[in-house]
């Protein structure tokens, strides 16, 4: 399976982006599909996932609320709709599919170290 990002750029804070991860190569119903991000010297952190069989979606706990993921299943597709961007949201960001849900509230990004990557996107926020 294969995971392209796109979507990412330069905004202004309080400005929005839609980020978009197409997946190609496998059952896309199958998958529970996540985005994290990754600022320069931080760890990556998960900020929501969803199921793509039921719609069923799952949000870090800074994410909730400016952060929504939905899934095309037409266009085998997965978004990450962000508003009121701040520039602590600057990172590259990334989506990732597994087979099985890997969802907790403390989730980690080395526990999806199985699962298919995109190569990531920046978004950078100024202030």
């Known amino acids: 399976v294969q995971l392209v990002e796109s979507g990412g750029g330069w905004v202004q804070a309080g400005g929005s982006l839609r980020l978009s991860c197409a997946i190609s190569?496998?059952?896309?119903?199958?998958?529970?599909v996540a985005w994290f991000r990754q600022a320069a010297g931080k760890e990556r952190e998960a900020v929501a996932c969803?199921?793509?069989?039921?719609?069923?979606?799952y949000y870090g706990d800074s994410f909730q609320g400016r952060f929504t993921v939905s899934s095309d299943t037409a266009a085998n597709t997965v978004h990450l709709q962000m508003i009121s961007l701040k520039p602590e949201d600057t990172a590259v960001y990334y989506c990732?599919?597994?087979?099985?849900?890997?969802?907790?509230?403390?989730?980690?990004?080395?526990?999806?170290?199985?699962?298919?990557w995109g190569q990531g996107t920046q978004v950078t926020v100024s202030s």
């Open positions: 190569g496998g059952d896309f119903a199958s998958y529970a």
């Open positions: 969803i199921e793509t069989h039921n719609g069923r979606t």
């Open positions: 990732a599919a597994s087979r099985s849900l890997i969802w907790s509230r403390n989730v980690k990004a080395e526990w999806w170290s199985g699962a298919a």
